[in-house]
C-alpha cells in the first residue's frame, strides 16, 4: 500500500488519491474541439473548409477547400482562431471545418 493521501471526491462519492484527483480537475479544464468529422483538433494544426463562408465586415467569400494554417484555439468547444491573407481576427466554427 503507498503512503499517499487519500481525499474524498464529492462528485463521484469515492475516496481516491490526491494526485489522481489532481488529475482529474485538470483535465475537466481542458476542451475538447472536433472538426466537422469528429477528428480532434489541437493549436498549430491546419484545416481546410467544408462549406463556401461569408466573412462578415470583410466582404470576402472563402470558397470550399481553402487551407486554414495554424489554427488556435479559444476555450470553446465550437470556436477556432486563425489567420487568412487579408482578414485580421478571423474566427470559425469548428463545424466548418475538417482537419488536415
Do not use: H
Amino acid at each position: 500500500m503507498s503512503d499517499e493521501d487519500y481525499v474524498f471526491d464529492e462528485d463521484s462519492g469515492e475516496w481516491m488519491p490526491a494526485s489522481e484527483l489532481a488529475a482529474k480537475i485538470a483535465a475537466q479544464g481542458t476542451v475538447e474541439v472536433r472538426d466537422a468529422v469528429g477528428n480532434l483538433l489541437a493549436d498549430g494544426d491546419q484545416v481546410t473548409l467544408i462549406k463556401d463562408l461569408e466573412v462578415k465586415g470583410a466582404g470576402q467569400t472563402l470558397k470550399r477547400g481553402t487551407l486554414i494554417k495554424s489554427i488556435r484555439l479559444t476555450g470553446d468547444a465550437q470556436e477556432i482562431d486563425c489567420r487568412f491573407d487579408g482578414i485580421k481576427g478571423l474566427v470559425l466554427r469548428a463545424e466548418f471545418v475538417k482537419k488536415r
